[in-house]
């Protein structure tokens, strides 16, 4: 498996303020796969994708991403783990408002010794003609496809996706969920993806349902539909 999560806990806090979000979560997610994480508000999704992408440390349990044991790993490795295996989508873009779309994708563009082709993603996202806007000239879909660009230009093996269509409309959501079933059919980019909406578990291979911490339910998914197909 391409990821192997191994009873991961994770708490914050001491004493009155201590909680434990994440209760010993174990599975594992399949190369080239898109595995969309649910459940309720405060279940733990965001924190397992920190974990996972080396960004917070476990309290205990181990996490494997392509035969590197993540939660072994010190300070300066965990840079280099982000930097050559991951890109980060997150709900609200975290675009730099004073560079333009294509300065924006270049600040993560020389992470990796071989990146994608810029002018390729700029088509494939449908950017070109917004190239030296700024983010206040963008829409949200625009600025989503962006962010987009600027985690793939470093051509990851592993996309991790928190809430990525949460602030936007139905035809900006079902835009960027076919540029992702695109990018995975394309370039066999592993995809986590977080969300709330029910209706996107029908386009994932594998679907993990967390709740108070612990997964609930976990499995493939045999009736995977197309983005295309999706309605909601």
């Keep these: 498996m391409f990821v192997e999560i191994n009873s991961i806990k994770?708490?914050?806090?001491?004493?009155?303020?201590?909680?434990?979000?994440?209760?010993g979560i174990s599975t594992t997610i399949a190369q080239g796969s898109i595995c969309v994480i649910m459940g309720?508000?405060?279940?733990?999704?965001?924190?397992?994708?920190?974990v996972i992408g080396g960004l917070e440390r476990v309290d205990s349990g181990t996490i494997s991403v392509d035969g590197v044991?993540?939660?072994?790993?010190g300070s300066?490795?965990?840079?280099?783990?982000?930097?050559?295996?991951?890109?980060?989508?997150?709900?609200?873009?975290?675009?730099?408002?004073?560079?333009?779309v294509r300065e924006n994708i270049q600040t993560c563009e020389y992470l990796n010794p071989e990146p994608l082709d810029m002018e390729m993603l700029l088509?494939?996202?449908?950017?070109?003609?917004?190239?030296k806007k700024f983010p206040a000239q963008l829409s949200g879909g625009q600025q989503q496809r962006?962010?987009?660009?600027?985690?793939l230009i470093?051509?990851?093996q592993l996309l991790l996706c928190d809430e990525p269509t949460g602030a936007l409309d139905y035809k900006n959501s079902k835009e960027i969920l076919l540029l992702l079933e695109r990018l995975n059919q394309e370039f066999l980019t592993t995809i986590l993806l977080i969300t709330h909406n029910e209706a996107l578990r029908r386009m994932a291979h594998q679907v993990l349902?967390?709740?108070d911490g612990q997964a609930v339910e976990q499995g493939g998914n045999e009736s995977r539909l197309p983005v295309k197909d999706l309605n909601w």
Excluded: M, W
């Design 209 to 211: 349902v967390i709740k």
């Design 154 to 156: 470093k051509n990851p």
């Design 10 to 23: 994770k708490s914050y806090g001491e004493g009155e303020t201590y909680a434990q979000v994440l209760k």
């Design 76 to 100: 300066e490795d965990l840079i280099n783990y982000r930097r050559e295996k991951l890109g980060f989508v997150f709900q609200f873009y975290n675009l730099i408002p004073n560079l333009t």
């Design 69 to 73: 044991t993540v939660t072994d790993l």
């Design 40 to 50: 309720p508000s405060g279940s733990g999704k965001s924190t397992l994708l920190n």
């Design 146 to 151: 962006c962010s987009i660009a600027r985690a």
């Design 123 to 131: 088509d494939v996202l449908d950017l070109k003609a917004h190239t």
